[in-house]
């Protein structure tokens, strides 16, 4: 079955620890996005990438860095900068980063960091 | 700037009501809004809306935009505990052409 796999599914950190979250897809989507749910506060939009090699800070992008080497990976780093890191994180991916291939997001199960 | 704003922010409901979900928007480059349905984990996809007017329907769900007004509306009827969730509403568009998010409207249906 095609679809997205977010590895951990929990994960505890200590302050000042890097952690990193794996985000893998089988569904050859050409883009894909990471986005922070906070209660409250719906989904924000970290980062994304449209295609391999290439990516686009989003809207709360400050903490957290990312890299797309290839189609079907793109693994978001947690730093020690992100000051308030203990949230859901929802990896999601789209056919492509434009046009109408860009409107439907299909979204992994997530990924919930909490930092001790 | 763009915003997505969801109302209410939380319903409890029982059984067999009917509920509707509301979305209103202010946005550039408006080209589609979307509707998730979000249980425990991972939001799964209900509908796209590009044209005013024109009712999207899935048993019972049905949902319709107004592009005059800047909104749009989710039914639900004969509600179900079933149908308990967070109800998330996003526009495309905007001036990086990316999906922004209203906060969601968390949905109770009690037996």
């Known amino acids: 079955d095609g679809g997205i796999t977010q590895s951990p599914k929990y994960l505890f950190r200590k302050e000042g620890q890097n952690v990193t979250l794996s985000c893998e897809q089988n569904?050859?989507?050409?883009?894909m996005y990471w986005y922070r749910q906070d209660p409250g506060q719906g989904l924000r939009l970290i980062y994304y990438?449209?295609?391999?090699?290439?990516?686009q800070k989003g809207d709360i992008a400050e903490g957290y860095s990312v890299s797309r080497e290839k189609k079907e990976s793109f693994p978001l780093t947690v730093t020690s900068a992100q000051k308030n890191p203990t949230a859901f994180y929802l990896c999601a991916s789209s056919i492509t980063g434009t046009g109408r291939g860009a409107n439907v997001l299909t979204f992994g199960a997530g990924s919930r960091l909490t930092v001790l | 700037e763009d915003k997505v704003v969801q109302s209410p922010l939380s319903l409890v409901v029982h059984e067999g009501d009917t509920v509707t979900l509301n979305c209103s928007y202010e946005?550039?480059?408006?080209?589609?809004l979307l509707w998730y349905k979000q249980e425990k984990k991972a939001p799964t996809f209900l509908f796209m809306l590009?044209?005013?007017?024109i009712e999207k329907k899935s048993g019972r769900l049905s949902s319709i935009l107004d592009k005059k007004e800047l909104f749009s509306i989710l039914n639900i009827t004969a509600t179900q505990t079933g149908d308990s969730a967070i109800y998330l509403c996003a526009f495309y568009g905007g001036s990086q052409g990316n999906l922004i998010f209203g906060k969601g409207t968390k949905l109770s249906v009690k037996p």
């Open positions: 946005v550039t480059n408006f080209r589609s």
């Open positions: 590009t044209s005013s007017g």
């Open positions: 569904l050859n989507h050409d883009a």
């Open positions: 990438s449209q295609i391999v090699n290439d990516f």
